[in-house]
C-alpha cells in the first residue's frame, strides 16, 4: 500500500506523519505500518507515526500516535505540534481543538520560536497524580518525591499522567546508563506496573529545566514533549521553578518554552519543523517499507530549526 507522508519532528522528536482522515486500516495494519516506516534501519525512520484524522463534535481534527514498537500512546505532544500544523493547512484554521486517545489539547498558531521556525502553542492536561489510574500496584495514592521501591530503593520520583504515564526523577547531572537501566525494568511491564511508564531525569539549571528521557515504546530519545510538560508540572509541584511562569525546557533535540498551573494544565510552545514531503510502499503482511520518492525538501526550516538550537 502506497503512503503519502511527510517527515516532521517537533523539538527533535522525528515522525513519519500521514493524513489518514480519509483511510480506512484495521489497529493492526496501523501499528504494521508505525513499526514499517518508524524503522531506523528502513527508508523513512522515526520515534513512531503520526496520524491525522477526523474529529468530532468538539474538535475539528484528531492525533493518532503509534510508537515505533506499534503500541498506541495516549498523547504526544511534540507530535500534536506537527499535527496541529497539517491540519491548521488542511483546513485553513490558526487554532483547534485536536482530539487525542483519552483527552484533548488545545493548539494555536504562536510567534516564532526564532526567525523561520514554524511554531504551534498546546495546552494538554490535567496533569494528574493518582497512581491508581496508571496502575502503580503496591504503590501509595500519590508518589511525589518519594521512594518507588520496586524500582529503585533510593532514587526518589514523582509520579504524573499527562494522560500517558512519567516517572520524573531530579538530578545533579544525568547518567544516561542508569536512565536506561530504570527504563528497561518499566518496558517490561513488570506485575506491579503493567502499563509500563516514561522515565526521565530532570537537570534544573537555573531558572530552566533540562530533561532526558527513556520512553515508552520507543526507548532512550532525543526528546518527549508530554515528559517535558510532565518535567514542567513535577518541578513546579516540588517547588523547583515556580506555577505559571514561563521557563525554557531543554532536551537533546532542542527546546520548548513552557509553564504549568497549579490546575494542572500545562502549555507548551515549541517548533513543528518539516523536513521532506514524498510517498513510499509499505508491504503490510512483512511490515516492511520500500520505494521511497522524497517529492519536496523544507532546507530553509531545517536551517531555521539548527539555527534556533544554537541560539
Known sequence: MRFGLVKCHGSGNDF???????????????????????????PVGGDGLLLLVPGDERTAFGMVMRNSDGSEAETCLNGVRCVARAGFEALGMTEATVRLKTSHADAVRDADLAP???????????????????????????????????LDGEKRFTAVTMPNPHLVHFVEAVD????????????AAPDWLPHRANVSFVEVRGDALFVRTFERGVGLTDSCGSAMAASTYAACLTGRIAWDV???????????RAFAGEDGMVTLSGNATYEWAGSVDVDLASETASDLVVERRYPDEIAAWEAAKRG
Do not use: K
Open 246 to 256: 514561563p521557563t525554557v525546557v531543554f532536551n537533546r533535540g532542542g527546546l520548548v
Open 16 to 42: 513519519p506523519m500521514i493524513d489518514a482522515r480519509d483511510l480506512s486500516l484495521g489497529e493492526a495494519e496501523w501499528a504494521g505500518v508505525a513499526r514499517a516506516l518508524a524503522d531506523r534501519s528502513g
Open 176 to 187: 544516561e546508563a542508569e536512565l536506561v537501566r530504570l527504563g528497561e525494568i518499566c518496558e
Open 116 to 150: 523561520g521556525v514554524y511554531t504551534v502553542r498546546e495546552t494538554a492536561g490535567p496533569a494528574g497524580l493518582s497512581t491508581a489510574a496508571w496502575p502503580i500496584h503496591g504503590a501509595p495514592e500519590q508518589l511525589v518525591e518519594a521512594v518507588l521501591p520496586m
